[in-house]
Nanobody, 123 residues
Framework: QVQLVESGGGVVQAGGSLRLSCTAS????????MGWFRQVPGKERERVSC????????YYADSVKGRFTASRDNAKKTLYLQMNSLKPEDTAMYYC????????????????WGQGTQVTVSS
């Protein structure tokens, strides 16, 4: 049974930082591209980042470029998202996701999802 478990969310003031983690089990982690999505109630789930299995490429939404950094440790089966210079508009539920490749990392083709961790940025 595949499980993706996120942690690290919380409440932070604008301009602050948080580091999210996602630990995987039940899958060969190194075989998957890993991504972060976020969703605000009433809005569509948005892809924030995707990192290839080898970490050779990382992709970001325009809204987070230069502020967020995704990384992974295949030996620990863990995905990270370092979030700096946080803004109130970053407030959302953040989800970890696994897909075969980053071009398939979307809400339809993503194969596995975590349960999410809430990030709240106060102004």
């Amino acid at each position: 049974q595949v499980q993706l478990v996120e942690s690290g969310g919380g409440v932070v003031q604008a301009g602050g930082s948080l580091r999210l983690s996602c630990t995987a089990s039940g899958l060969t982690f190194a075989n998957y591209a890993m991504g972060w999505f976020r969703q605000v109630p009433g809005k569509e789930r948005e892809r924030v980042s995707c990192i290839t299995w080898s970490s050779s490429s990382t992709y970001y939404a325009d809204s987070v470029k230069g502020r967020f950094t995704a990384s992974r440790d295949n030996a620990k089966k863990t995905l990270y998202l370092q979030m700096n210079s946080l803004k109130p508009e970053d407030t959302a539920m953040y989800y970890c996701a696994a897909a075969s490749i980053c071009s398939s990392m979307n809400t339809i083709q993503t194969q596995y999802w975590g349960q999410g961790t809430q990030v709240t940025v106060s102004s």
